[in-house]
Structures are given as C-alpha cells and as structure tokens.
C-alpha cells in the first residue's frame, strides 16, 4: 500500500463553487435591477437567503473566490440571466427555471470557462489536453439490478 494522496477535482464541484453562484448573482441583481423585485423577494425566487442577496448585490458572494471569470460578458450566458430572471417574475414551472439553469452551466463546461480555474485548483491536471466538459456525455450504460 502506498501512501499517496490523489485529489481528483472534478467539474462539478468548481461548478458548484463558482458558476452556479455567480450566476444567481447575475439573476439576482437582473430581479433587483431590472425587474424592482427587493432582496427578501429575489431571496425567495432563489432559494437562498436575504443576506445572500445582499452578498450578491455588493460582490463579496457568487465570485467564486477564485477571480472567476466575469459571466456577464458574455451574450449567451447574459441571454439564459434575462430569460430565466423574466421566468421568475412570470413563476413559471420550475423545471424549466432548471433547464435554463443547466443550459447556461453546460454553456459554462463547454466553453471551457471553468479550466483556468480547474488549473489554478489542481497544477497537476493538464487543462490543454483534458476535453472531458467539451464532449457531449454518454451515457448508454445499462445497468444491472
């Protein structure tokens, strides 16, 4: 038995650190801004809290804390803000607030936003080769019960 610690960081759990939380802060400062909605109704509309609004709103939360890249300069990514921003305030069906969700992550992993980030997390992992967020996922595997 060897004693070496292998760390495997996976897209997902950057995701989950960076992209998701920067865009509700985009969403939220859209309901804010735009839509007149106050901090405790944006909170609602999130699922998060008042105080991770305001958090949101002055920019000590949904950075990532790793200098993400700045999500709101993109057009595709600005576009699923506005539409699923305007989906809240209409209260559509959740499960189409989610689709927008992941569309907007899959944009994220397939534009190869997260791998500077994944790089400065894990210097082992060579982001120049490594295409795992670009292929479209394959999952006909049968599973035996």
Request: glycine share 6%; hydrophobic share 40%.
């Amino acid at each position: 038995m060897h004693n070496i610690t292998i760390v495997m960081l996976l897209p997902a759990e950057i995701e989950t650190k960076t992209s998701i939380p920067a865009l509700r802060a985009l969403i939220a400062k859209k309901l804010i801004g735009t839509h007149k909605m106050n901090q405790k109704q944006a909170a609602s509309s999130l699922g998060v809290t008042q105080a991770a609004i305001s958090n949101y709103m002055r920019g000590t939360r949904g950075t990532g804390g790793y200098d993400i890249f700045d999500l709101g300069t993109f057009p595709k990514i600005t576009g699923i803000v506005n539409q699923i921003a305007i989906m809240m305030v209409e209260e559509e069906e959740m499960s189409k607030i989610i689709a927008k969700f992941n569309e907007a992550c899959y944009i994220i992993r397939s534009h190869r936003m997260l791998c500077d980030t994944h790089k400065r997390l894990d210097p082992k992992l060579d982001v120049d080769n490594c295409h795992v967020c670009e292929e479209e996922p394959n999952f006909n595997i049968e599973l035996k019960v």
